[in-house]
Each structure stands twice: as C-alpha cells, then as structure tokens.
C-alpha cells in the first residue's frame, strides 16, 4: 500500500505538526518555522498543509491544519499532500488509531487497470495507536473499495463468487454456492428470476466460519453485479455507476474480513445473493407474482426494484437460523440519497439497544449512519390486489422506509436484526478516500460485533 505503518520509524523521520485554527502560537515551533508560516498565511485551516524549509534545500517538516480539530480522520489528506518518505506526528493524538487508519485509508488508490499508486509514505503510528488492529480494518475497506471499483466486465456474478472464495481461503473458511436452475429446486425463485436473463448464472453463495457453538452472526449483502433496471430498462445516465449495485455485497465482504482478523469469538455466516439485472427474452417482468422462500407471493410493480427480492429469499434462509446479530446491507435506494445525501447511510432496526449500540459506534470511528423509522401505517403503502405485497409504492413517498418495510417481512425470528440502505461511493474525494467504491457503515458494524462477542 502507498502508506506503512513501520513502528520505530522516528529516528529519521520528518515531524508532521498539527495546528488547529487560530491556534499556530501553541505548537511550539521554532520562530524561523512560525515566520514562514506566517508569510505563507498560515493559520490552521482544515485540510491546508504546509511544508516547512530546512537548511541547504532540504525539508524540516511539515505543518497539518485541523480546523476545530473535530475530524480525526481529516489527517487522511496527508497521504497525498506530504512529499514521499518517511514521517511521524510531532505531538499525541487523542484518537491515534482514527488518525493511523486515515492515513491508510487516504493513501488508497485502485491501480488494477493501470493507473498509477499513490506515494510512498512511511509513518510511525502514533502513539497508542494499535497497528494490528488498524492494518486489518483498513485491508476490509480496501477490499470493499477494490470489489465496488472493479466493472461489471471482470466482476460479475461467478467473478464475486470467486471473491467470496478467495476471502474464505485465506481465513480457512467454508463455503457452498446454489446456482441456475438449482436455485429452484432449492427454492430461491427470487434469486433465480432476478437473475435467469443474464448470460451469467444467478447464485446464492453461502460463506461460513469460526466454531459452531459460537454466538450466530449472520451478514447478507446485495450482490447485482449490474443493474439495468430489467424490463423498466433505466435511462443510460442511470446505469453509469451500476457495477456498484453489488455494493451491499462487498461491504459485508469488508466487513467479515475484519471480523475473521481479529478472530472474534463467533460463527459467522455470509449470504450473497450475487445476479445481474439483464435484459432477455426470459426476463421477468411488471406485472408478474413471484413466490419467495418464505412462501410470501411478491407482485412485481417495478422491475428495477430487484435488490430487495434477491435479499428477501436471502434473509428468509439467514432467519431460519434464529442469528444472534443478522445485519443486510444493500446499495436499495434513491431515495436515501434524496433524504440524507450518499455520506449518511440510513439503517433500520426494531432493536433498540442495538440502535443504540450502532449509534454510538458511529460517532465513536467517524463512520457516519442515522436511524430512519420502521414507520408501520406505511407498510399498507406495498399492498397488492392479487398478491401478498407489492415489492414498491405506488405514490413513490417514504422509498427508503418502504423497501425496508418489505424486508421486514421476511425477518420473523431474529430480533437483532438490522438494515442499511447505503451508497457505497464517494462522489468526490475526500480526506480518507477517493472518489470512487467506498466502506460505508462496516467499520462502526466491526465495533459493535468486538465489542459484543470480542
């Protein structure tokens, strides 16, 4: 990776002084540093930085701005920003794992099809900080930036198969695959009618590790590899970020990846339902009643609205199980962008301590989610004339509360059971990340499990 952690870094190394607004006289800098800050109008601004001179041409340092020095993860633009060698922070932090993973976090690049590393920073993490801990986090994010970026070309169903079988063959996991036709006999018609169109075969796969007396954790993610919106075909500006609808999927790959680093005492399950959304002869269509898993029959309103189909058989099977924590994560809706923008994922759940768990796991590692209510009088909204339910609205209100109103359903036994309707991309780069496939929710996700089964 552009950025290391290497421990005992120091004693070359260059200092990194951060500065707060307003606040360049408290660092403590020799006056030839604070006059040059000075002269390059120098004061603390969030994101700015700047590099101090040393003697016969060399560099001294370098100066960081923090703004009110409320992001911990803002130090992240120091993987790009500092010229390549080796680097250590002049003061301690009060979050040192926060600013180590932004540093990892914001030297990622996706370099598979060409495109250059970034820099070649060494940083001795700050003291504190746990290294280990901090590497495997950010191998899971990466691992769901590199799955999300990758196109529909070289990441289809059977390629996010083989992802989730790399994953497992590193962590001496175990894993099963139903696909085509068996999906059928194995009842997942939903699955299989989502993705029969495709010249590449639908699939449930199925990833299970650590003992079998362990507390149950189960993670479902939306694995459509690509969505042209079926038979309601999307307008050509709608597919242009399509190879990120299998977002669901990778997060909850990211997510198990640290989960099975740290070896937490649980018995993990992974289901992906992992199709594309194509156009055939065999496509299904509006119109249609589908019968699921469960044996709850689906009328289809909207053929685009398929993530939710592909994780209802998903969830029926995980919820037979009766998991301790059952946690489904899916790129679902538009209209979660339009509440709460593609930087706050929503998610839902009917349990209240784990509400409140998530909640504050959130604000603790700088991982934004926000609770959105399970509002049951719109649950009427999905009523059919001829089936059980409609899989969308007919006044197109409440998007995101209804696709998960219909989840709901098909989650009878498990309590702990929670949804998230996230984005999986940055739209333009950020401190700790790129534009591009992004970790939405996983690291607050991986705080909640340690610190419930670690």
């Known amino acids: 990776m552009p950025v290391e952690l290497v421990e005992g870094n120091q004693t070359a190394a260059l200092p990194v002084h951060l500065v707060r607004k307003d606040r360049l006289e408290t660092v403590g800098l020799p006056e030839a540093a604070m006059a040059w800050a000075r002269a390059n109008g120098f004061s603390g601004e969030a994101g700015r930085t700047l590099i101090l001179p040393g003697e016969h041409g ?106 989730v079988r790399a994953l497992a063959a590193a962590h001496q996991a175990d894993v099963s695959t139903i696909s085509g036709d068996d999906l059928l006999i194995q009842n997942f018609p939903m699955i299989h009618a989502v993705g029969r169109a495709s010249t590449s075969a639908p699939r449930l796969v199925d990833m299970t590790w650590g003992p079998s007396d362990a507390p149950k954790v189960t993670l479902v993610g939306k ?3 690509f969505d042209t919106g079926g038979l309601d075909i999307k307008p050509s500006s709608g597919m242009l970020l399509m190879k990120k609808d299998m977002g669901g999927a990778a997060n909850v790959l990211g997510l198990a990846s640290m989960i099975m680093a740290a070896k937490l005492n649980v018995r993990l399950r992974v289901l992906i339902p992992a199709v594309e959304n194509s156009i055939a002869g ?12 469960k044996g709850i029959t689906v009328e289809i309103g909207n053929t685009d609205a398929e993530g939710r189909l592909v994780l209802a058989d998903a969830l029926a099977l995980a919820d037979d199980e009766e998991p301790g924590l059952l946690i489904d994560m899916a790129t679902l809706t538009g209209a979660a962008r339009v509440a709460l923008g593609p930087d706050l994922p929503p998610f839902y759940t009917g349990d209240e301590a784990l509400a409140s768990d998530i909640a504050a796991a959130s604000i603790a590692v700088e991982d934004p989610l926000w609770r959105m209510p399970l509002w049951r009088p719109y649950d009427a909204k999905l009523n059919s004339k001829i089936a059980d339910v409609n899989n969308v609205t007919t006044d197109g209100f409440a998007g995101s509360i209804t696709a998960a109103l219909f989840l709901k359903r098909f989650v009878e036994k498990t309590a702990g059971w929670a949804h998230f309707d996230i984005f999986a991309w940055n739209p333009s780069d950020r401190p700790h990340g790129p534009t591009g496939g992004e970790a939405q929710g996983i690291r607050a996700l991986e705080r909640v499990i340690s610190q419930r089964f670690g």
């Open 58 to 163: 060399a560099i001294a340092g370098a100066l960081f701005g923090t703004g009110d020095g409320e992001n911990a993860l803002a130090v992240g633009a120091l993987a790009r920003s500092l010229p390549e060698g080796d680097w250590y922070f002049a003061q301690d932090l009060p979050q040192p794992d926060l600013a180590a993973l932004a540093l990892l976090l914001g030297g990622y690049s996706f370099t598979r099809y060409g495109k250059k590393p970034g820099k070649a920073l060494r940083f001795a993490p700050p003291a504190g900080a746990d290294g280990r801990h901090v590497r495997d986090i950010a191998d899971g994010v990466f691992r769901t930036r590199d799955l999300v970026n990758t196109p529909t070309s070289d990441m289809g169903p059977a390629e996010l198969e083989e992802a």
């Open 223 to 225: 694995g459509v590899c």
């Open 282 to 293: 065999n496509a299904f269509r509006p119109g249609d009643v589908l019968r699921s898993r």
